[in-house]
């Protein structure tokens, strides 16, 4: 059977936009993990890189093959039924905690950028969500395809804008005093673990929907190479910035300095970004929560948009630099035991 690449793309667009989220769109994420590091920032990039494709295929795939259609069958059934259950409630927690990250930060891009309440952003967004998720899978499909292209262009624009006057071997080989030895090696395991272990909510589904081995992997792959493009883009524009780490939304910054022309575009695509990742996590979440609680779509996501709204109050930076590592942390353990399953898989029947 030949690649859908219809489907593929279907799946990578997903795929970066679920991963493209508040953190990753502003900058304050790429900053946390790579950037403060430097030139050995960029090689966590890569390796960041190496894992999205790697790992996220052989996620998807065995998701495929377990015929699981919501990621709390896909946990039951690698890890068994008493961790699965575990794990299942401990990413249920994790997604609504992260979701609020991401309304947060769609509250700092109005109130910072436009002068708007956080407040208003944080309703309107919700407001937004929920239109999209009442159409569900083709609603997910439509706005990742409309989106995720722009987001992509965007961000080598940026890139090449920041580099204009030259000077990129210095800009990639900057290596700043670093307070820890250990944080550029771990980065890209914490990184790829969290956003993965979140990513499933989203992914297992799709693949579930595609139902096809060769279009999942070329989606995969294809998702996994995009994200690799755009952390490292990012981190290229981001480098160059003065007092990077200072700025709640260090990617606005860098677009207002290299090219305020596009500075309002832009913003609209941060907003964009954030709202990809928005809406996968909240469909992730309702489904979860639908095989418990026997109410309508509409019922379960408004009781997600109230407890996300209580969370968001809290400062996003705050949120942002306690709660991403500590996620990261906690999902190592998912990205190691996804490679275990996926290495008695292929003894079995090559995934």
């Not at 000077?167 to 771990?186: N, Q, R």
């Amino acid at each position: 059977m030949k690649v859908r690449w219809t489907g593929a793309f279907q799946i990578s667009s997903v795929y970066i936009g679920t991963v493209v989220g508040a953190g990753f769109a502003t900058g304050r994420e790429i900053v946390e993990f790579f950037t403060r590091y430097g030139f050995f920032g960029l090689l966590s990039i890569i390796a960041a890189g190496m894992l999205f494709i790697f790992t996220g295929t052989k996620l998807m795939l065995l998701a495929l093959k377990t015929g699981a259609k919501s990621y709390e069958e896909f946990n039951i059934y690698i890890f068994g039924q008493t961790f699965g259950h575990l794990l299942n409630i401990l990413f249920f927690v994790m997604l609504l905690g992260v979701t609020s990250v991401m309304f947060s930060g769609a509250g700092a891009v109005f109130q910072e950028q436009l002068g708007i309440t956080k407040t208003v952003g944080v309703v309107l967004t919700m407001g937004l969500a929920l239109l999209v998720l009442l159409g569900g899978i083709k609603g997910l499909f439509a706005v990742n395809i409309f989106v995720v292209p722009i987001m992509i262009f965007f961000s080598v624009l940026m890139c090449v804008l920041s580099l204009k006057g030259g000077g990129i071997l210095d800009v990639l080989f900057i290596t700043p005093e670093m307070t820890s030895f250990w944080g550029p090696i771990t980065s890209p395991f914490l990184y790829t673990a969290f956003n993965l272990a979140l990513s499933q909510a989203v992914l297992v589904p799709v693949a579930s929907d595609i139902g096809d081995e060769k279009t999942i992997k070329a989606g995969a792959i294809m998702g996994g190479l995009f994200l690799t493009l755009i952390l490292i883009t990012s981190h290229i524009s981001l480098i160059s910035l003065p007092g990077v780490t200072h700025y709640e939304i260090p990617t606005a910054e860098v677009m207002k300095h290299i090219a305020r022309n596009f500075y309002w575009i832009y913003i609209l695509v941060v907003y964009g970004e954030i709202f990809t990742s928005v809406i996968g996590n909240l469909f992730g979440l309702e489904r979860q929560l639908k095989s418990y609680v026997k109410l309508p779509s509409i019922w379960i996501l408004i009781m997600l948009f109230i407890a996300s709204y209580i969370l968001s109050l809290i400062d996003y930076g705050n949120l942002l630099s306690y709660l991403y590592p500590l996620f990261g942390k906690i999902s190592v353990l998912f990205l190691f035991l996804i490679w275990m399953r996926a290495g008695r898989a292929n003894k079995k029947t090559p995934v």
